[in-house]
C-alpha cells in the first residue's frame, strides 16, 4: 500500500492574512477535529480549501502559504470567491446540509449552485488525480464532496477509494426530494467502501440506492457489474487521551498557570458552591438546536422556581457559515432569546444565562468542560456529536452529567446518559432535576462506564477500522475481477 490521501472541503488548520504573514488557526468542526488525531499520526497528505479565496491569494504569498500547508501535512485546492459562493455557501450549506438535517424548508434546489458543486468537485478530484499513485489509498470525507469518488475512479479504475459521511443520511422520503438524487449517488458510488456515523444513515443510503438505482444490494453490498462495493457504519470517537490528560493538566493549574476564564469559573464556583454550571457547546447551526433550549431553559426556569439563582447555563456558540441567511436570522433569534430570558429572570446577583458567541482555544474548551456540572446538549438532528464525548473524557474524578438529545448519533453509543427529546420540554426540565440532583455514586457509576467504551472506541480505532475494511474491500474487488 503507498501513502494516504486524506481529501476534505475544510483543512485542520484556516489560514489567514495578517498584512504580509500567514497565520495557521485550528478549525472548528467534527472532521477537522477528528481527522486531525488520525493524521498527525500517519504519513498521510490532506488537500483541501485553505479557507482564502483564490482573489486573496498573490503570486508573492502563494509560497508562504505552501509552506504553512505544508507544515501541517497540507495542500490546497484554491477556490474563487465565486466558486465558494456557488459550492460551499450555495449547494453543500443552502441545499444539502439542511436537507440531510431535515430541514427541508431550508432547503433551496438551484442549478446554478448545482453546477458549481459539480465543477468544484472536480477541482477536489483532479487535485487527487494530480497527487496519488496507483498504490495510494483515498479516503474522501463528507457531503461537500459526493461526486468526487466517482471522478476519481473513472480515471483510476484501480485505486481504493473510500468515503466517510460525517452528518446524517436522510431517510428515502426526503432523499428523493433532491432534483440530482440519481447523480449524487452515482457520484459516492465511485468509492470502494461507504461510511455512516450509524446503522440508521447506512440504512437510509441502501435503500435510496435501491429504490432510485434500481440496483442489487445485498445485507450491506450492493453489486455493480465490474465490482462489489461496501457500506458499513463506523461511529466516529474522541481523541480520548488528549482530552484527558488536558483536564488532568487542568487540575495541576496553579494561580500563575490558570487561564482568566478558569480564575473566574473558580471564583463562581468559591462564591456560589450549591450553584450548578451547565454548559452546551455548538457551532451556531440550526440543526444544534440551540433557540429551542433556550426556551427550554425558561421553561424549566418558570416551571422550578425554586431554581433560579441556583443554575447557570453557559452557552458556546461559534460562528459558523455567516453568509448563510438562515444562520444569520439563527444568530439574531439567539441573541434576542438571550437577552429577553436575561432581562426577565436576572437578579443583582445572578445572570441566568452566559453567552459566548466566539471561538475559543482549547485550553478554555478545557476550563468550561472541566468545571460544568451538567452538559446539555440538545441537537435537533446531529451526525454524531462529538461534544458530547468530549464532555465525559475530561470529567477525570467521572462526576458530571451530560443530558443528550436522542437525535444525536452519539445517543447511540451513550445510553447511561440522560437522553432526551429536544422537542419535549417537560422531558428536558425533568432531566435537569434528575441532573441537578443527582447522586455522586450514581454520575461515577454512569460515567464510568462511557469512559471506558470511549476511551476503547476512539478516534485512533475508528480511522482503523475504516482503513481496514477498506483494504479488504480492495482485495475482494480484486478477487472479483480475476474470476
Ligand atoms: P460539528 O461537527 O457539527 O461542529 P461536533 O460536536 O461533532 O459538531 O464537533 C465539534 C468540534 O468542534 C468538537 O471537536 C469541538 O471540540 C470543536 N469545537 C467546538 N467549539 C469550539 C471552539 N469554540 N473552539 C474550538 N473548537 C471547538
Ligand atoms: C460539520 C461537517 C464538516 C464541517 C464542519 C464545520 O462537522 O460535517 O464537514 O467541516 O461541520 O463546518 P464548516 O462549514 O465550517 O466547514
Request: glycine fraction near 4%; charged fraction near 25%.
Amino acid at each position: 500500500m503507498g501513502k494516504t490521501i486524506i481529501i476534505s472541503n475544510r483543512l485542520p488548520v484556516q489560514l489567514q492574512i495578517d498584512n504580509d504573514s500567514i497565520t495557521a488557526i485550528p478549525s472548528v468542526g467534527g472532521l477537522a477535529t477528528g481527522m486531525k488525531s488520525v493524521h498527525s499520526g500517519s504519513d498521510s497528505l490532506w488537500i483541501g480549501w485553505s479557507g482564502l479565496t483564490q482573489e486573496e491569494i498573490s503570486e508573492e504569498l502563494e509560497p508562504k502559504i505552501d509552506k504553512a500547508l505544508k507544515e501541517n501535512g497540507c495542500s490546497k485546492v484554491s477556490l474563487t470567491s465565486e466558486e465558494i459562493d456557488g459550492f460551499y455557501y450555495g449547494f453543500s450549506n443552502r441545499t444539502i446540509w439542511p436537507l440531510f438535517h431535515y430541514f427541508l424548508e431550508y432547503s433551496e434546489f438551484e442549478t446554478d449552485s448545482w453546477n458549481t458543486y459539480k465543477a468544484v468537485n472536480q477541482k477536489f478530484a483532479d487535485a487527487i488525480l494530480e497527487k496519488a499513485e496507483d498504490d495510494d489509498v483515498i479516503w474522501v470525507h463528507d457531503y461537500q464532496l459526493m461526486l468526487v469518488p466517482e471522478m476519481v475512479k473513472e480515471k483510476r479504475p484501480n485505486t481504493s477509494i473510500g468515503f466517510f459521511l460525517h452528518i446524517p443520511f436522510p431517510s428515502y422520503e426526503i432523499f428523493r426530494t433532491l432534483p440530482w438524487r440519481k447523480e449524487v449517488l452515482r457520484g459516492l458510488l465511485g468509492s470502494d467502501l461507504i461510511g455512516f456515523h450509524t446503522y440508521d444513515y447506512e440504512r437510509h443510503f441502501l435503500s435510496s440506492v435501491r429504490r432510485l438505482l434500481g440496483l442489487e444490494v445485498s445485507f450491506n453490498e450492493i453489486n455493480l457489474e465490474d465490482r462489489v462495493i461496501k457500506v458499513d457504519s463506523f461511529p466516529m470517537g474522541i481523541d480520548y487521551k488528549k482530552f484527558s490528560d488536558a483536564a488532568s493538566k487542568h487540575e495541576k493549574n496553579t494561580a500563575d498557570t490558570q487561564s482568566e476564564l478558569q480564575r473566574r469559573l473558580n471564583v463562581h464556583k468559591e462564591s456560589t458552591p450549591d450553584a450548578k454550571l451547565i454548559l452546551s457547546i455548538d457551532r451556531l447551526d440550526y440543526s444544534k438546536g440551540i433557540a429551542k433550549r433556550l426556551n427550554a431553559f425558561e421553561y424549566f426556569l418558570k416551571k422550578h422556581p425554586e431554581y433560579q439563582e441556583k443554575v447557570r447555563l453557559i452557552i458556546l456558540a461559534v460562528p459558523s457559515r455567516s453568509n448563510v441567511p438562515q444562520y444569520q436570522l439563527l444568530k439574531k433569534e439567539i441573541d434576542e432569546l438571550v437577552g429577553r430570558i436575561n432581562g426577565e429572570f436576572a437578579t443583582v446577583s445572578w445572570t441566568p444565562i452566559w453567552y459566548f458567541y466566539r471561538s475559543m482555544p482549547f485550553e478554555n474548551l478545557i476550563d468550561l468542560y472541566t468545571s460544568s456540572d451538567i452538559a446539555l446538549l440538545t441537537p435537533i438532528r446531529d451526525g454524531m456529536n462529538l461534544v458530547a464525548k468530549e464532555y465525559i473524557a475530561t470529567r477525570t474524578d467521572k462526576t458530571g452529567v451530560l443530558i443528550l438529545s436522542e437525535m444525536a448519533g452519539s445517543a447511540n453509543e451513550m445510553n447511561e446518559s440522560l437522553l432526551i427529546n429536544p422537542n419535549n420540554f417537560d422531558q428536558i426540565s425533568d432531566a435537569l432535576i434528575q441532573a441537578i440532583n443527582m447522586p455522586k455514586e450514581e454520575q461515577i457509576a454512569r460515567n464510568s462506564i462511557l469512559q471506558k467504551r470511549l476511551e476503547r472506541y476512539n478516534v485512533e480505532k475508528w480511522a482503523n477500522d475504516f482503513m481496514k475494511s477498506l483494504l479488504e474491500q480492495r482485495e475482494t474487488t480484486q478477487k472479483f475481477i480475476s474470476k
